[in-house]
């Protein structure tokens, strides 16, 4: 079975940074687009970040510069490091892959920026 499991949220104080894992079963990473998006509280889910099959990489404007999406084959594991966190940021984080048409997504994690 194809799933996704999303972990390493937390609470952070502004400035901080965490590193969100998203670990893949039931299929290879890398042979699919893997993104991260996130839902705020009465906002709707935004994406921020995209890893192609290829490696390329792309952000959301609200997170460029501060995040980073990155991919280790070996682990079938997707990350996103997250820099300078502003209060702004939170929110649940999934991670998601179209897997053969079918969009699976992760459970989510909750990231909190707060002082």
């Known amino acids: 079975d194809v799933q996704l499991q999303a972990s390493g949220g937390g609470v952070v104080q502004p400035g901080g940074s965490l590193r969100l894992s998203c670990a893949a079963s039931?299929?290879?990473?890398?042979?699919?687009?893997v993104t991260w998006a996130r839902q705020a509280p009465g906002k709707e889910r935004e994406l921020v970040a995209t890893?192609?099959?290829?490696?390329?990489?792309d952000y959301s404007d609200s997170v460029k510069g501060r995040f980073t999406i990155s991919r280790d084959d070996a682990k079938n594991t997707v990350y996103l490091q997250m820099n300078n966190l502003k209060p702004e940021d939170t929110a649940v984080y999934y991670c998601?892959?179209?897997?053969?048409?079918?969009?699976?997504w992760g459970q989510g994690t909750l990231v909190t920026v707060s002082s």
């Open positions: 998601n892959s179209q897997v053969r048409f079918v969009p699976y």
């Open positions: 039931g299929f290879t990473a890398s042979s699919y687009v």
């Open positions: 890893i192609s099959k290829r490696g390329s990489t």
